[in-house]
């Protein structure tokens, strides 16, 4: 399985007795990660995933996740819809991803994570981030312990809002280039190498 370094980036334990386990390489991560078919239905969960499950986070029906409504099922399966449509019309190697945020079945906020599994694959890796904090103020500390300039706050806040480069871009009125050289200086502040990567930790500092 080609796991999308984009999403978990390269702390990639392969030293695992589950070797022939397409879910092998994610197993430790700290995280629940579900490898699900575009219908929902669960092909592999990681331990974490189990827990997820047995702490009311998500529920499973006849081998397919079940969210907290059936409005909800409905949302993820046309995010992965779009996913899948994306990866056809994009010119690069990046796998698609969408970040989203729901109320779980326990009526808690969690932040989730979803990304094509391979550019060959109609499956779909589904991250649960953990209980989220988006205020101001906590946005705002992210913005002061990585020195983050007034324009790169403002694209932070609009990556955890969901939002790609291009909607970035177009929200704050700036060229699509300059939102890129806002990133670039935004990466090496965060240590990250790319755009997922450091929605990724930042979802983890709100977590």
């Known amino acids: 399985m080609e796991l999308s370094n984009t999403l978990f980036g390269n702390d990639i334990n392969r030293q695992s007795s589950r070797a022939h386990s397409k879910l092998a390489v994610i197993e430790y991560f700290p995280q629940p990660i579900f490898l699900l078919s575009k219908d929902l239905s669960v092909i592999e969960k990681n331990s ?3 827990r997820a499950l047995a702490n009311h986070w998500v529920g499973q029906v006849h081998g397919k996740l079940h ?10 399966t046309q995010i992965i819809s779009t996913l899948l449509a994306a990866r056809q019309q994009s010119k690069t190697h990046e796998m698609p991803t969408k970040r989203f945020i729901l109320r779980n079945i326990d009526m808690e906020f969690r932040a989730y994570t979803l990304t094509l599994e ?4 109609d499956n779909v890796l589904l991250s649960i981030q953990g209980d989220i ?8 500390s992210i913005t002061s312990a ?3 300039s007034y324009s790169e706050g403002k694209i932070i806040k609009l990556m955890a809002d969901g939002l790609k480069p291009k909607q970035i871009a177009y929200e704050l009125g700036l060229s699509l280039n300059t939102v890129r050289s806002h990133l670039r200086t935004l ?9 997922n990567q450091a929605l990724t930790a930042t979802i983890k500092l709100l977590a």
Do not use: G, I, T, W
């Not at 391979?118 to 694959?121: K, M, N, R, T, V």
């Not at 904090?133 to 705002?140: A, I, V």
């Open 133 to 140: 904090d988006c205020s101001e103020s906590k946005l705002q």
């Open 187 to 195: 990466y090496a502040k965060m240590q990250v190498s790319d755009y």
């Open 48 to 50: 974490q995933a189990e």
């Open 67 to 76: 969210f907290n409504n059936q409005q909800h099922n409905s949302q993820v």
């Open 118 to 121: 391979s550019p060959e694959s």
């Open 146 to 148: 990585f020195s983050l």
